[in-house]
């Protein structure tokens, strides 16, 4: 890590943010407006990455800007109100670049600036038919032979996984091994032969992820990322990255939502007639549910900024954060009155709402963890 | 600000050891036995000096600050402190804010538990407030008040009244000294373990202590700062409802498993502490921002924390008496005090839904005003769209 000292102060980056934002920012927008279509998506994280600006939380040695997670969450308002997209390498950047730094061949490593630059996008092939919530039930085999491993199986709501240029794998490599020790982390090209994918179409008509098929896969075995069998641990072991993430998101829909729900209040529906004033009291409560977790949010900061390691409560604010994700989306809707029949932006997110309550840890995955991580409740007996 | 936070935890254990101390399940029966009143506890709480920090807020001294209050306050409600807390500290702020030598007096002999007074605001179908029963008259600058208010917390055995009364020029806030011209009556309350009093007025001697054209401003920011104190109490009452329920669940077997390890009961302490976590944060914020001094901030940010404190002690309460399954039920276990007391709170300075129509009105205005001209464009879609972009694989 570099100097402390001689990092910018929060204030110095959010401004710089802003300069960057105002000048090949404004090009971006008036290019693209408030599209998230990938080929936008491309085009901010390649002008991000020119400027320094794409992976605000890499230290610096791997090209990031090295900030804590305060500043990277400031940094994420900025970008949120420029109406940046999600970066089209977010999984790159967020999960898989951190796994490289963290246990990477030098030779794996060589992929770190091609993330920053999009040259490689990544996905991560984690998700099974029959392995969704109990992950490490996962059955995509990697056998080892001679100098490689030979993949056979099926991954299934792989985000990014039409576009991706590589794949960071979970299989198994040890069936005869309790099921989270027997797991490999591997990464792969996606043009290696035997690879197919196939897009998923999401409720909203979107196309957002795919199932990829793998029938004799053959990669080297310098594809291994970290030690044979301990897969699990790797991904792991990068899910601390997430606390910025999720501090992140919990900070953006705080800040989005209030101006949304303050135009809501300005509707008719709000306004007039018998639902007008359990409508507005629905509204002041959603103002609630995103500032909460907001609010987790800030105080998981300040336990990180005291160097508290971080704990599961994390899980706590994606709680809050997936379930005002979802209300708020329901309240917005039910507040555009007649106009919820048209397929609009309100539809939109009341579709994409139930996302927020599945992808990274269902609901009721998360509840389990709340009450037997935090709370110290009992587990619940194992089948026998 | 870490300091800060440190003389917080400290202050936060000093209570929660004293209420320990003094305040445990044992005494909690006694007094409900008794007059739903603790002499003791009281004494001592005083003796602590911790009410006096509500002055010290009031008047932006050093010293307090209503986030230091407010630690108290969830303190006293995880305790179920059978004690005048909030009603004195409302008592002494609207004294201090009518702004005379001689309340400001007044207001640290409350606050010192040398007076002890009640709040008589009319409860008016639960809008805290709205027009008061009560009627003040000047004969030769000598002022009386008549009229009778139903439901008045804390007020038996009360030295001093402070009344909101009209008058020919507009509502005012009143002294006025307990005498044969005051009766108060006991009420029997839903709540054990604070006290209730019907206040009948004929005539009875009072001084003035605002002019009409402060009244509204200092009605205002004391039912702001009592809203944000109460919600501090309420996430505090609600953690007392989640620990019990947890506690519980660790040890109560059936179908040979403790019941915690089912998901039913499992899942349903972890909503009640994500409630539990949403109120004191909530409430929090509630006090830092009547610390900043913005009104508009202020206000919304109490609003926003009683309407969902209120809401979250009554929910936690109910888990927690339906978790205990039959012992719950009973007069011997705890459940039913919390339940009482969470479900009396819920109406006093105004019903979560009066809270949530003003946090409306005030969204409505755009008083929140955090947001950024660029953001208050921006949709939530780039959270939305990241959570589609993030997920396990």
Known sequence: MTDVAARPAPADVVQELRNFLAGPGADLRARWGRSTSFEARLDWQRTLAAGGWAALGWPEEFGGRGLGVRDRVACGLELAAAWAPVLAGVLGVNNVGPALMAFGTEEQQASLPKILTTEEIWCQGFSEPGAGSDLASLRTRAVADGDDFVINGQKIWTSEGMEATHCLLLARTDPDAPKHRGISALTIRMDTPGIERRPIRMITGESGFAEVFFTDVRVPRSSLLGPLHRGWDVTMATLAHERAGVIGLAAELEHNVTAELSGALGTTTAAEGPQAPLLRQEIARRYADARIAGLLGLRALADEERGAPPGPEQTLIKLAWGRAVERVAATLLEAAGPDAQRAGSAAMAYLRAPAATIAGGTTEVLKTLVGERVLGLPREPRPV | ?393
């Open chain 2, 1 to 393: 600000m870490s300091s800060d936070l440190q003389e917080r935890v400290d202050l936060a254990r000093t209570v929660a050891e004293l209420l320990a101390d003094l305040g445990g399940e044992e005494r909690l029966r006694e007094v409900v036995a008794g007059d739903g009143w603790d002499e003791a506890l009281w004494r001592r709480v005083l003796d602590l000096g911790v009410l006096e920090l509500a002055l010290a807020a009031n008047r932006d001294a050093d010293g307090g600050s209503y986030a230091d209050l407010a630690v108290v306050f969830a303190e006293l409600g995880r305790a179920l402190a059978p004690v005048p807390a909030l009603t004195t500290v409302a008592v002494a702020t609207v004294l201090d804010l009518s702004g005379t030598p001689a309340a400001a007096e007044l207001a640290e002999d409350v606050v010192s538990g040398r007076v002890r007074a009640a709040l008589v605001l009319p409860g008016d179908g639960g809008t805290w407030g709205g027009r008061t029963p009560l009627r003040a008259r000047s004969t030769n600058g000598a002022w009386t008040v008549d009229g009778t208010v139903e439901l008045v917390t804390d007020a038996p055995g009360v030295d001093q009244l402070v009344v909101l009364a009209d008058t020919d020029d507009g509502a005012c806030f009143f002294v006025v000294p307990t005498g044969p011209a005051v009766t108060i009556t006991p009420v029997p309350a839903l709540d054990l373990t604070r006290t209730l009093g019907s206040v009948a007025l004929t005539a009875a001697p009072a001084t003035p202590l605002t002019t009409p054209d402060r009244t509204d401003a200092v009605l205002a920011r004391t039912l702001d700062v009592c809203a944000g104190l109460l919600a501090a109490e309420s996430a505090g009452l609600a953690r007392r409802a989640l620990d019990s329920a947890v506690d519980y669940a660790k040890i109560r077997v059936q179908f040979d498993r403790p019941i915690g390890s089912f998901q039913a009961v499992k899942h349903s302490c972890a909503e009640m502490l994500l409630m539990v976590e949403g109120a004191r944060c909530l409430a929090d914020a509630a006090a830092d921002a009547l610390d900043e001094g913005d009104p508009g901030a202020a206000s919304l940010a109490a609003g926003v924390a009683r309407g969902y404190a209120g809401e979250t002690a009554v929910e936690c309460a109910e888990r927690c008496l339906h978790l205990h399954g039959g012992i719950g039920f009973t007069w011997e276990h705890v459940s039913h005090l919390v339940v009482r007391r969470a479900k009396s709170d819920a109406v006093r300075f105004g019903r979560p839904a009066e809270h949530w129509d003003r946090v409306a009105r005030r969204l409505a205005t755009g008083t929140p005003g955090a947001a950024p001209a660029v953001a208050a464009a921006a949709v939530a879609d780039p959270a939305v769209e990241a959570a589609v972009g993030a997920p396990v694989g």
